[in-house]
Nanobody, 126 residues
Framework: QVQLVESGGGLVQAGGSLRLSCAASGRTFSSYAMAWFRQAPGKEREFVTHISARGDFIYYPDSVKGRFTISRDNAKNSVYLQMNSLKPEDTAVYYC???????????????????WGQGTQVTVSS
């Protein structure tokens, strides 16, 4: 069983920045592919970014490319999401997710990920 705990959410003005953290349990974190998703009220959960287990593959959709940066520290069992130039439409609950071996397919698909955190609220005011 893998537990994921997000932190770092909050209220920020448009144009501001936040850094989210996700701490994972387990002794094999370095084998987990990780992702961030978000869900706004009344909307489907949306893929934000993915990072491979070794950190050598990262993907961003156009909605966050150039503004958000995912990173990981395997020594600290943690993954991070640096969010810059925030917009009101980035307001959502942000979730981290882990894909453990054997890996699923489709890194932007919710079904790929085996474990989810409880989420952290990000609110961007205009």
């Amino acid at each position: 069983q893998v537990q994921l705990v997000e932190s770092g959410g909050g209220l920020v003005q448009a144009g501001g920045s936040l850094r989210l953290s996700c701490a994972a349990s387990g002794r094999t974190f370095s084998s987990y592919a990780m992702a961030w998703f978000r869900q706004a009220p009344g909307k489907e959960r949306e893929f934000v970014t993915h990072i491979s287990a070794r950190g050598d593959f990262i993907y961003y959709p156009d909605s966050v490319k150039g503004r958000f940066t995912i990173s990981r520290d395997n020594a600290k069992n943690s993954v991070y999401l640096q969010m810059n130039s925030l917009k009101p439409e980035d307001t959502a609950v942000y979730y981290c997710a882990a894909d453990v071996p054997p890996y699923g397919i489709g890194y932007a698909s919710r079904r790929k990920y085996d474990y989810w955190g409880q989420g952290t609220q990000v609110t961007v005011s205009s």
